[in-house]
């Protein structure tokens, strides 16, 4: 799919706080090679370009990358396409390799976890964050279960366990790295539900991908009523603010 569809952008300022995270526990030192795989709009990657990191960002989608690349300016910020699996970049080449609930989206984690390895100097690190399980599972659940009964259940494999460290640690241990984690939290705050709704669901790049498939099936009045029926009933204030308490992982990986 391609995450240049519709507006990303309010997610995006949704995940800078965690993307602040990654980059403080990353220690950056000025000059060091940052590689920020699944880019965006370039959270991370401007965060490491402001701290004199050389940084790549490798971003598949080309509305975003252009995003990036107009952000930029005069930092030392290169922007490739490219993926957590297919990353144009030298063996060994990368001191920090960095995903902000990127790399979560690659279709073989496995495939994933090798190229990420190959690219990152014997002394290099990776940190990456992905959800925990929780609210944003629970509303995107609504809609995954709506989508399987539409299109009579799609084979998604065998899923992985992203936020699981032990999971992580059996990809990237075959490559000599030892995987550490906490969890952390991330609100994401809207000023209603039906804003929610517009703009972190029906125009975000996944919502454009799937709710016209719900919509063909005369499905999505009755999947929208009850996405908001939960944001109301359990994450809007008494203000009618919607806050959303998400948990997501931050694991680091070090040689
Ligand atoms: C939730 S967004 C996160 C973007 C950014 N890191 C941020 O902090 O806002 C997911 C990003 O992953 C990218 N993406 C999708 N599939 C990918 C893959 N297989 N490998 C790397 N990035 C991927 C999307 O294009 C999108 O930019």
Same mark, same amino acid.
Request: glycine share 8%; net charge negative.
């Given at each position: 799919m391609d995450w240049g569809k519709g507006s990303y952008e309010p997610t995006a300022a949704d995940l800078l706080p965690a993307a602040r995270e990654l980059v403080t526990a990353a220690n950056i030192q000025p000059g060091e090679h940052v590689v920020d795989v699944g880019a965006g709009t370039g959270n991370v990657a401007l965060l490491a370009a402001d701290l004199g990191a050389r940084v790549t960002a490798v971003e598949p989608a080309a509305r975003l990358r252009e995003v990036i690349a107009e952000t930029a300016l005069d930092r030392d910020l290169t922007v490739v396409d490219g993926e957590a699996a297919s990353i144009p970049l030298p063996d060994s080449s990368a001191d920090v390799i960095l995903?902000?609930?990127?790399?979560?989206?690659? $279709?073989?984690?496995?495939?994933?976890?090798?190229?990420?390895?190959? *690219?990152?100097?014997?002394?290099?690190?990776?940190?990456?964050?992905?959800?925990?399980?929780? !609210?944003?599972?629970?509303?995107?659940? %609504?809609?995954?279960?709506?989508?399987?009964? *539409?299109?009579?259940? !799609?084979?998604?494999?065998? $899923?992985? =366990?992203?936020? #699981?460290? =032990?999971?992580?640690? #059996?990809?990237?241990?075959?490559?000599?790295?030892?995987?550490?984690?906490?969890?952390?939290?991330?609100?994401? %705050?809207?000023?209603?539900?039906?804003?929610?709704?517009?703009?972190?669901?029906?125009?975000?790049?996944?919502?454009?991908?799937?709710? $016209?498939?719900?919509? =063909?099936?005369?499905?999505?009045?009755?999947?929208? =009523?009850?996405v908001l029926g939960m944001i109301n009933d359990d994450w809007t204030t008494s203000t009618g603010q919607v806050r959303l308490k998400a948990q997501y992982l931050l694991a680091t990986a070090v040689r």
């Open positions: 995903s902000n609930f990127a790399v979560i989206f690659a $279709p073989d984690p496995a495939a994933a976890f090798t190229e990420l390895a190959r *690219v990152a100097k014997p002394t290099g690190r990776i940190l990456l964050t992905t959800w925990q399980p929780g !609210v944003l599972s629970k509303l995107v659940g %609504v809609l995954i279960a709506a989508l399987r009964e *539409v299109t009579g259940g !799609v084979d998604m494999g065998t $899923p992985f =366990n992203w936020h #699981e460290p =032990n999971a992580l640690s #059996e990809l990237l241990a075959p490559h000599g790295f030892t995987v550490s984690g906490r969890t952390l939290d991330l609100d994401i %705050v809207t000023a209603s539900a039906t804003e929610y709704w517009d703009t972190r669901i029906a125009t975000h790049p996944l919502g454009i991908e799937t709710l $016209p498939i719900l919509e =063909n099936a005369g499905r999505l009045e009755e999947v929208r =009523n009850r």
